[in-house]
């Protein structure tokens, strides 16, 4: 019979452990709420070794940030495919996803937390919303956007910044609800900066052009039209 023996972990490998430990217990509550002493213990280490690899829980935090945040621009990272409609409605999806799987910590982030309004935080939130409305901007097939376009796409960025942190106080709409509204809201809020500018509403006329009568932005043009009579 053998005995298992523990490997050693080299520095870099203790280091992602730490975080992606970090990463676990700020799933579960706010960050402000977790200890040093409860990181060590979930990792099977003592205290004074966390600090050996970072320096303090701000430093540990923002590392844990910084891998949170590649997380969730990659949420908004679509293949090219299908009407822009649909692919959306599958972004939403994935962005409720990492809202839904990382909850406390996404609304320490948004609402204040430990590191928040360090330049190192704000950098990295601010670095998720351009990777968002680079995404967008790709699959509306626009390099140079005007005015109107680039407030449309980073309003809705926020909106869904909004939506998501008040989804997650009692979770009383249902996200599959709210994922189909933000690809609506979408729509709308192009559609009235459309009514005041040719060059949204020939954009806007091009991306209803490609959408089947079944997709969601066909939907809520139905909606309206009940509403209207």
């Known amino acids: 019979m053998t005995t298992g023996v523990r490997r050693r972990l080299g520095v870099e490998e203790r280091r992602q452990q730490l975080i992606g430990v970090a990463l676990e217990l700020f ?22 070794l966390v600090y050996h690899y970072f320096p303090g829980k701000l430093s540990l935090y923002e590392a844990a940030l910084r891998r949170a945040a590649d997380d969730l621009a990659a949420r908004f990272v679509e293949p090219h495919e299908g009407p822009l409609g649909a692919r959306l409605h599958r972004v939403m999806g994935r962005y409720f996803d990492f809202v839904d799987e990382h909850g406390p910590g996404f609304s320490a982030l948004m609402r204040g937390g430990p590191a928040v309004g360090s330049s190192t935080t704000n950098a990295l939130v601010d670095s998720v919303r351009q990777a968002a409305y680079v995404q967008i901007l790709s699959h509306l097939g626009v390099t140079d956007p005007p005015a109107r376009l680039e407030l449309v796409v980073r309003s809705w960025i926020s909106l869904a910044e909004s939506t998501a942190l008040i989804w997650l106080d009692g979770r009383r709409i ?23 500018d040719e060059e949204m509403g020939a954009l806007l006329r091009r991306i209803f052009k490609e ?11 139905g909606r309206l039209l009940t509403l209207a009579t």
């Open 27 to 48: 799933s579960r509550r706010s960050p402000d709420e977790v200890s040093i002493d409860e990181i060590a213990s979930a990792a099977g280490i003592s205290r004074p």
């Open 174 to 196: 249902p996200r599959e609800e709210l994922e189909g509204q933000l690809v609506h809201d979408f729509a709308a809020l192009a559609s009235v900066s459309a009514a005041y």
């Open 211 to 221: 959408e089947p009568a079944d997709g969601p932005f066909a939907d809520l043009a």
